[in-house]
């Protein structure tokens, strides 16, 4: 059966600080190597493509900076595009209607996993 959804372990829950450093994961997306990022905002944790809605390259300024300074947008290191968190819907800068692209997030027993779909895969073993 190969549509069962297996989760892909990231990190350690507390690793991922509400409003602070998100943690990196390698995937696949559209057979691309690439990565995918998780934050926490809110007391939740919020997964998506590590790639701008406006070109696509990272966000991250250094690994894991994806919050601008006051901790309520995820913001693109490039030009200054800003995301609302749990939506991962542009709120400003060049992509406005844009959005990020959101990976499954799950935090179960102390620990977050992320789930593939047809677009987002984890790397060939």
């Known amino acids: 059966m190969m549509n069962d959804v297996v989760d892909v372990f990231i990190c ?15 995937v696949s997306a559209g057979g691309e190597t690439t990565t995918g990022f998780v934050v926490r905002h809110g007391g939740k944790a919020y997964g998506y493509l590590n790639r701008c809605a406006h070109v ?4 991250d300024w250094a690994e894991g900076e994806f ?3 006051s901790g309520l947008y995820l913001m693109c290191s490039t030009h200054g595009a ?3 968190p749990e939506s991962g819907y542009c709120a ?3 992509c406005k209607g844009g959005r990020l692209r959101p990976i499954a997030v799950a ?5 977050l996993y992320w789930q593939p779909d047809e677009y987002v895969q984890p790397l060939p073993a």
């Open 12 to 26: 350690a829950a507390d690793a991922v600080a509400d409003g602070g450093k998100g943690v990196r994961f390698p």
């Open 56 to 59: 696509p390259i990272e966000l």
């Open 67 to 69: 919050f601008e300074s």
């Open 82 to 84: 800003i995301y609302v």
């Open 92 to 94: 400003g800068g060049p």
């Open 107 to 111: 935090e179960r027993d102390g620990q």
